[in-house]
């Protein structure tokens, strides 16, 4: 089977015309969803300008005043998502039912960053220690001001509210610059915050544009850079943070494993891989992309994938298992490793073909660990499944990769499942599951390599927004405790 079927290019977004304008279409028609202006550097700043002086009025308000502001956004998001969804399904291309998962998850994380901000971030004493008895000590995390967030178009609303909604429970105001496959999403995110809470309006503001304008968004003097997407841009987004030393927080790619061990459930292995690697077309960061199975299970696994994935029904529909691939130069990435993958001696036992933009669910076997379908985020419907001796080399197989977000190990064992997950050279990992790390707002989101790092979501997620503060102070009445100076 080849994958170079040739098929019509899905949504692609032309450049700026003649009055700076874009517009964002329908991945399944190429109908235009919204047009957009271009921010340049002039309106990025005065953006910037106008969220410092909305950060100084958010701070001040303090956590319980933060926490009712954030509570009515939340309610007003609940309230409104099957409008929001049917604007992800168009602008994105995913089914609505994806859509309404990512906001669903989206609004626990509001929920649960807004209630734990003051318990994580709120002063508090600490042990002074022998050298300064006589002090009182204590610890607070401040808000870094103004918070740019820059997002990636595949979860449109979750992704970007990682980094947004921690950013304002810890206090900080947010300038978010939506992907340019997206705006109309992250538009509509902001719309609803100034019209959940008007009095601080200015909090949540958006810009819009290309690469560029997420330049500006670096260099515009904001307190730290949050940024989402690939590895690639990820690069160049810390180069242009370096010009004015602005800190970042780096969510990039991923090329998760999945071990399946000898006494793995292997029925459930077989689901939870499909459902990783074809969900959303595979377009997710946490997406699985790599099976290692061992030689007890491998051919009864891939039967089972092999099932599953013939029942699949990629379309634009409702009832669709998936959706068209939302950029047409993701189709090409796509048909490229899988091409490689078919050339370098691997074979497709499913899919392998484009048609008007949709991938077929293709799963692939004996992939030479050198090729791109198994070194590279693919980011399409793809799954390699290779066949390894014992999960012990699955693992070792797993972690030979320059990317580590997440990942999942499938085991009879608890204790092994635990030992397996904990040496996986990655920031998350789910036993017997996929995915579940990120729809727990307790646990940190993030990864190590180049998927980035720093953390969103849980306490690691409200205070990568902030920075700590030491304060002492001396006892009145108590003699001054000059420390180790006049000590002999
Ligand atoms: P991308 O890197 O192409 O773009 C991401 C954002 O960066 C867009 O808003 C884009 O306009 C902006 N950008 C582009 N060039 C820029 C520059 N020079 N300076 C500043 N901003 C710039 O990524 P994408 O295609 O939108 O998203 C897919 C990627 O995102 C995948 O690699 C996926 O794994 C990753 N992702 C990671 C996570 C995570 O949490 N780790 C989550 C979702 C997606």
Same mark, same amino acid.
């Given at each position: 089977?080849?994958?170079?079927?040739?098929?019509?290019?899905?949504?692609?977004?032309?450049?700026?015309?003649?009055?700076?304008?874009?517009?964002?279409?329908?991945?399944?028609?190429?109908?235009?969803?919204?047009?957009?202006?271009?921010?340049?550097?002039?309106?990025?700043?005065?953006?910037?300008?106008?969220?410092?002086?909305?950060?100084?009025?958010?701070?001040?308000?303090?956590?319980?005043?933060?926490?009712?502001?954030?509570?009515?956004?939340?309610?007003?998001?609940?309230?409104?998502?099957?409008?929001?969804?049917?604007?992800?399904?168009?602008?994105?291309?995913?089914?609505?039912?994806?859509?309404?998962?990512?906001?669903?998850?989206?609004?626990?994380?509001?929920?649960?960053?807004?209630?734990?901000?003051?318990?994580?971030?709120?002063?508090?004493?600490?042990?002074?220690?022998?050298?300064?008895?006589?002090?009182?000590?204590?610890?607070?995390?401040?808000?870094?001001?103004?918070?740019?967030?820059?997002?990636?178009?595949?979860?449109?609303?979750?992704?970007?509210?990682?980094?947004?909604?921690?950013?304002?429970?810890?206090?900080?105001?947010?300038?978010?610059?939506?992907?340019?496959?997206?705006?109309?999403?992250?538009?509509?995110?902001?719309?609803?915050?100034?019209?959940?809470?008007?009095?601080?309006?200015?909090?949540?503001?958006?810009?819009?544009?290309?690469?560029?304008?997420?330049?500006?968004?670096?260099?515009?003097?904001?307190?730290?850079?949050?940024?989402?997407?690939?590895?690639?841009?990820?690069?160049?987004?810390?180069?242009?943070?370096?010009?004015?030393?602005?800190?970042?927080?780096?969510?990039? /790619? &991923?090329?998760? %494993?999945?071990? $399946?061990?000898? !006494?793995?459930?292997? +029925?459930? *292995? =077989?689901?939870?891989?499909?459902?990783?690697?074809?969900?959303?077309?595979?377009?997710?960061?946490?997406?699985?992309?790599?099976?290692?199975?061992?030689?007890?299970?491998?051919?009864?696994?891939?039967?089972?994938?092999?099932?599953?994935?013939?029942?699949?029904?990629?379309?634009?529909?409702?009832?669709?298992?998936?959706?068209?691939?939302?950029?047409?130069?993701?189709?090409?990435?796509?048909?490229?490793?899988?091409?490689?993958?078919?050339?370098?001696?691997?074979?497709?036992?499913?899919?392998?073909?484009?048609? /008007? &933009?949709?991938? %077929?669910?293709? $799963?692939?076997? !004996?992939?030479?660990? +050198?090729? *791109? =379908?198994?070194?590279?985020?693919?980011?399409?419907?793809?799954?390699?499944?290779?066949?390894?001796?014992?999960?012990?080399?699955?693992?070792?197989?797993?972690?030979?990769?320059?990317?580590?977000?997440?990942?999942?190990?499938?085991?009879?064992?608890?204790?092994?499942?635990?030992?397996?997950?904990?040496?996986?050279?990655?920031?998350?990992?789910?036993?017997?599951?996929?995915?579940?790390?990120?729809?727990?707002?307790?646990?940190?989101?993030?990864?190590?390599?180049?998927?980035?790092?720093?953390?969103?979501?849980?306490?690691?997620?409200?205070?990568?927004?902030?920075?700590?503060?030491?304060?002492?102070?001396?006892?009145?009445?108590?003699?001054?405790?000059?420390?180790?100076?006049?000590?002999?």
């Amino acid at each position: 089977q080849s994958a170079t079927v040739p098929g019509a290019p899905t949504g692609e977004v032309d450049r700026p015309d003649a009055t700076g304008t874009f517009e964002s279409t329908d991945p399944a028609t190429g109908a235009v969803v919204q047009v957009f202006p271009v921010h340049d550097a002039a309106a990025v700043r005065e953006t910037v300008g106008r969220a410092h002086a909305a950060a100084a009025t958010w701070a001040a308000l303090g956590f319980a005043e933060r926490r009712l502001r954030l509570a009515a956004y939340r309610g007003h998001l609940a309230r409104r998502m099957p409008e929001l969804a049917d604007l992800v399904h168009r602008e994105n291309g995913k089914p609505h039912a994806d859509a309404v998962l990512e906001i669903t998850l989206a609004v626990d994380h509001l929920a649960w960053a807004g209630a734990h901000a003051e318990r994580t971030l709120g002063r508090r004493r600490v042990r002074s220690g022998a050298l300064a008895a006589n002090h009182a000590a204590y610890l607070e995390y401040q808000p870094l001001g103004v918070v740019g967030v820059i997002g990636p178009w595949n979860y449109p609303v979750f992704t970007p509210m990682g980094s947004i909604a921690y950013a304002l429970a810890a206090g900080n105001a947010v300038v978010f610059k939506p992907s340019e496959f997206t705006p109309a999403v992250g538009a509509w995110l902001v719309a609803a915050w100034r019209a959940a809470v008007p009095d601080v309006a200015d909090v949540l503001q958006v810009v819009t544009g290309f690469g560029e304008t997420g330049a500006e968004l670096c260099r515009a003097g904001v307190g730290k850079l949050a940024f989402t997407g690939s590895s690639a841009t990820g690069r160049k987004v810390m180069a242009t943070c370096a010009e004015t030393l602005t800190p970042v927080l780096m969510e990039c /790619g &991923g090329k998760d %494993a999945m071990i $399946v061990d000898d !006494d793995a459930d292997v +029925s459930a *292995a =077989a689901d939870a891989a499909v459902w990783g690697a074809m969900s959303n077309a595979g377009q997710t960061c946490i997406g699985i992309e790599r099976v290692y199975a061992t030689s007890a299970v491998h051919d009864r696994f891939v039967a089972e994938v092999t099932r599953r994935t013939a029942a699949l029904r990629p379309g634009s529909d409702d009832g669709a298992s998936y959706g068209p691939m939302t950029m047409a130069s993701q189709t090409d990435i796509v048909r490229r490793h899988v091409d490689d993958a078919l050339a370098t001696g691997g074979r497709a036992v499913t899919g392998g073909t484009v048609d /008007g &933009g949709l991938i %077929a669910p293709t $799963v692939l076997l !004996d992939v030479p660990e +050198s090729s *791109a =379908a198994v070194r590279e985020e693919t980011f399409g419907p793809t799954l390699t499944i290779t066949e390894v001796a014992d999960a012990e080399e699955g693992l070792r197989r797993a972690n030979d990769s320059t990317m580590g977000l997440g990942g999942s190990v499938f085991s009879g064992s608890a204790d092994r499942a635990m030992d397996l997950a904990r040496r996986m050279r990655s920031g998350m990992t789910s036993i017997n599951s996929v995915l579940t790390f990120a729809s727990v707002p307790a646990l940190p989101f993030g990864g190590v390599g180049e998927s980035g790092f720093g953390r969103i979501h849980g306490e690691d997620g409200l205070r990568e927004f902030t920075r700590a503060k030491a304060i002492t102070r001396q006892r009145v009445g108590l003699p001054v405790d000059l420390m180790s100076f006049d000590r002999p």
